[in-house]
C-alpha cells in the first residue's frame, strides 16, 4: 500500500500570511494527487486534483505543485474561511490512502 | 444539482451488522466509481472501498477485507456498504464518494454528508 505523510500536522497562521503544507508518499504516483479542505461537521471538499489543477470554484489563493513523491498545497494569502483541515489523498492505485491532516490554525 | 445522500447508520453492538446506502442524483450514476470514506470521532480520513460504475470491480481497505461488502444498484441510483462483523474500531462517520477516476481523474469530487456508525454494547 503506499503510505502518505503530511506535515505539518497543526499549523498555526495569521490571515494574510502565506502557509505551505507538504505531502509526501512512498513510492512514487505521477501526479494522482488530491487536496480536500475539511471544515468541522461537514464532509470533505476537494480543492486540487492531479496534483495541480484548481477545483471550479475554489480561490485561486490555493495552488498545488510536484509530481512523483513530493507534493505541496500552498494558500498565499490566508483568508479568516481557510481556517480548516487539510488532507492529501493519493489516487493512483487501490487502495486509495490519505495523509494523516494539517489543521491549520488561527495564531 | 448533483448531490449524494448516504443513510443507514445507528447504533449496533460488536458483532452485529449493518448495510449503509448513498443515493446519488443529479449525474448519471451508472458512468462513475463510487467510493467509501470513513472517519472515526476526532480523527483522519480513511478510505474504504470502492466499485466500479457497472460493478464488475470491487476493492477494499486491508482491515474492511472480509468483512465489509461493497455494491450498488444502478437502476436505483444507489450505493450501499454492508458491514458484518463490527468493532468498536468501526465507529466512524461514513461517507460516500463520486470518484471520478477514469472519467475526468478529478479524485473525489462530490461528497455525501455522512452517515455515522456506533458499534458499542
Known amino acids: 500500500d503506499i503510505q502518505m505523510t503530511q506535515s505539518p500536522s497543526t499549523l498555526s497562521a495569521s490571515v494574510g500570511d502565506r502557509v505551505t503544507i507538504t505531502c509526501r508518499a512512498s513510492?512514487?504516483?505521477?501526479?494522482?494527487l488530491a487536496w480536500y479542505q475539511q471544515k468541522p461537521g461537514k464532509a470533505p471538499q476537494l480543492l486540487i486534483y492531479?496534483?495541480?489543477s484548481l477545483e471550479g470554484g475554489v480561490p485561486s489563493t490555493f495552488s498545488g505543485s510536484g509530481s512523483g513523491t513530493e507534493f505541496t498545497l500552498t494558500i498565499s494569502s490566508l483568508q479568516p474561511d481557510d481556517f480548516a483541515t487539510y488532507y492529501c489523498?493519493?489516487?493512483?492505485?487501490?487502495?486509495?490512502?490519505f495523509g494523516q491532516g494539517t489543521k491549520l490554525e488561527i495564531k | 444539482e448533483v448531490q449524494l445522500v448516504a443513510s443507514g447508520g445507528g447504533l449496533v453492538q460488536p458483532g452485529g451488522s449493518l448495510r449503509l446506502s448513498c443515493v446519488g442524483s443529479?449525474?448519471?450514476?451508472?458512468?462513475?466509481?463510487m467510493s467509501w470514506v470513513r472517519q472515526a470521532p476526532g480523527k483522519g480520513l480513511e478510505w474504504v472501498s470502492a466499485?466500479?460504475?457497472?460493478?464488475?470491480?470491487?476493492y477494499y481497505a486491508d482491515s474492511m477485507k472480509g468483512r465489509f461488502t461493497i455494491s450498488r444498484d444502478n437502476s436505483k441510483s444507489t450505493l450501499y456498504l454492508q458491514m458484518n462483523s463490527l468493532r468498536a474500531e468501526d465507529t466512524a462517520l461514513y461517507y460516500c464518494?463520486?470518484?471520478?477516476?477514469?472519467?475526468?481523474?478529478?479524485?473525489?469530487?462530490?461528497w455525501g454528508q455522512g452517515t455515522m456508525v456506533t458499534v458499542s454494547s
Open positions: 464518494a463520486r470518484d471520478t477516476v477514469g472519467i475526468t481523474d478529478f479524485a473525489f469530487d462530490i
Open positions: 443529479g449525474f448519471t450514476f451508472d458512468n462513475y466509481a
Open positions: 466499485i466500479s460504475g457497472r460493478g464488475g470491480s470491487r
Open positions: 513510492q512514487s504516483i505521477s501526479t494522482w
Open positions: 492531479k496534483a495541480s
Open positions: 489523498q493519493q489516487y493512483s492505485s487501490y487502495p486509495y490512502t
